[in-house]
């Protein structure tokens, strides 16, 4: 594969369930995402084979965290300039608490949590 510039404006956007917009671009091994979240967004709790890292670009999410064990969920509150980690498998949602936008990177590349939410 060589080398591709690309340009998020030019990259289509879709709506996979209300108040979320989302760019993807695909390669080889990793999907990168740029997702925009309506204050009131809510993503269920999913889990994904894929490796997420979920870049906070701006704005104020609470994620709801589960661990691999089935122990007690944690909630989570982050902001613009804060990254999270989710380990393969691990159970995890989220709600907007004010109109957000993140940058996810999910490797392998697989289908994203909203995917299988329906609308």
């Known amino acids: 594969?060589?080398?591709?510039?690309?340009?998020?404006?030019?990259?289509?956007?879709d709506n996979p369930v209300p108040h979320l917009y989302r760019k993807r671009l695909t390669g080889d091994q990793m999907l990168v995402a740029r997702v925009k979240l309506?204050?009131?967004c809510v993503v269920d709790v999913h889990?994904?084979?894929?490796?997420?890292?979920?870049m906070i670009e701006s704005g104020h999410v609470r994620w709801k965290l589960h661990s691999l064990d089935g122990g007690e969920a944690r909630?989570?509150?982050?902001r613009g300039g804060e990254v999270l980690e989710i380990?393969?498998?691990?159970?995890?949602?989220?709600?907007a608490l004010e109109d957000t936008e993140i940058i996810d990177v999910?490797?392998?590349?697989?289908?994203?949590?909203?995917?299988?939410m329906g609308r």
Do not use: F
Request: proline share 8%; glycine share 8%; charged share 20%.
């Open 1 to 13: 594969m060589n080398a591709k510039p690309h340009r998020w404006t030019e990259i289509e956007a």
């Open 38 to 40: 309506e204050k009131g």
């Open 47 to 54: 889990t994904h084979v894929s490796e997420q890292i979920a």
């Open 75 to 78: 909630e989570l509150e982050m």
């Open 87 to 95: 380990p393969a498998n691990v159970p995890h949602g989220l709600v």
């Open 106 to 116: 999910l490797s392998p590349v697989g289908a994203m949590g909203v995917d299988s």
